[in-house]
């Protein structure tokens, strides 16, 4: 019988402390992310900068104002290069994300199912899942860059964005169709994150390829959408909490930003993994771990889950 979500908030925690290990794909994803993005950025600037550095110009001398007039003029005159750069450096992070959140998942229907998990589920759930995951990701970016859509008569009737701010009065209309779209992309926005909130865990869970887990996950969020709903805005409510904090205590303190990076890898990110991966097992009917049937009957419970 599927679980109601207070049960799937309590399990799912119970589950999440008996397996910090979870917090591991995250850490990693995110070390590995700040590696590539290093080594993108100083790609850029050597890129950019080349010419002048061959100069002999020293940019640690130039004050921040002068340096980004620079590279902002640098950046128009390569800006196909820029563009492909960015394209490139985008799919590469997304795909590294991919593999670490498929194995993130992966570890948490393992712990959903049978009680533990171990890293070599994460590496499993990544290589099988990574492709497919990244390519469900892009998917879901061009499905919310479509919505651009709603802001494009918007901005044809403001026309020029600079005469908009001289005179607003003069554009009045058009800003008012333009504010109008972009609050029809936001709600557009919404409403795709939150009925493909199960996208990614249909697909790991059930090794599906991108079109038939966003199908999954569509129908599971219409028999489900109060419990879904409830569990949105619990993770979009955690994942403020670092933010909060962090103004609370001071945001100008490096050790203040490392503590609340470390909370959101660590505790907010793994527990909502395990919180979804739960939601989504339940409402498919899976068997899950219940360690007061393992105490009755623990034989009987691991045949169930190996399929015997």
Same mark, same amino acid.
């Given at each position: ?56 110009? @020293?940019?640690? $001398? #130039? ?5 980004? %007039?620079?590279? +902002? /003029?640098?950046? !128009?005159?390569?800006?196909? &290069? ?77 026309? @020029?964005?600079? $005469? #908009? ?5 003069? %554009?009045?209309? +058009? /800003?008012?169709? !333009?504010?109008?779209?972009? &609050? ?80 959101? $890898? ?43």
């Amino acid at each position: 019988m599927p679980e109601d979500i207070g049960t799937i908030i309590n399990k799912g925690f119970k589950t999440w402390v008996r397996n910090l290990n979870i917090s591991i794909p995250f850490i990693l994803n995110s070390i590995v992310g700040g590696i590539i993005s290093f080594f993108f950025f100083a790609l850029i600037g050597v890129l950019l900068l080349g010419p002048e550095l061959e100069s002999g110009l @020293d940019p640690t $001398l #130039l004050p921040p104002e002068e340096l980004f %007039s620079i590279m +902002g /003029a640098a950046v !128009l005159e390569n800006i196909g &290069m820029v563009l492909l750069l960015g394209i490139t450096f985008y799919l590469l992070v997304t795909f590294v994300q991919a593999f670490f959140t498929a194995g993130a998942i992966g570890m948490a229907k393992r712990a959903a199912e049978t009680g533990d998990t171990v890293l070599s589920d994460m590496v499993i759930a990544g290589k099988k899942n990574a492709f497919r995951l990244f390519l469900v990701s892009v998917l879901m970016g061009l499905l919310v860059l479509a919505g651009i859509v709603f802001v494009v008569p918007g901005a044809l009737a403001v026309g @020029d964005l600079s $005469l #908009l701010l001289d005179n607003p009065e003069a %554009s009045l209309r +058009g /800003a008012g169709l !333009l504010s109008m779209g972009i &609050m029809v992309w936001v709600l557009y926005v919404l409403i795709i994150n939150i009925s493909l909130s199960l996208v990614g865990y249909a697909l790991v869970v059930d090794e599906l390829d991108p079109l038939e887990a966003i199908s999954r996950a569509l129908r599971v969020f219409m028999g489900n959408k109060l419990d879904i709903i409830i569990l949105w805005v619990l993770s979009l409510s955690l994942s403020f909490v670092g933010s909060y904090a962090q103004e609370l205590i001071g945001s100008d303190s490096g050790f203040v930003i490392i503590l609340t990076t470390l909370f959101s $890898l660590i505790v907010i990110a793994p527990l909502t993994a395990v919180w979804w991966t739960r939601l989504y097992l339940t409402k498919t009917c899976r068997d899950l771990y219940d360690h007061k049937e393992l105490l009755c009957d623990p034989h009987e419970f691991m045949d169930n889950n190996r399929g015997f």
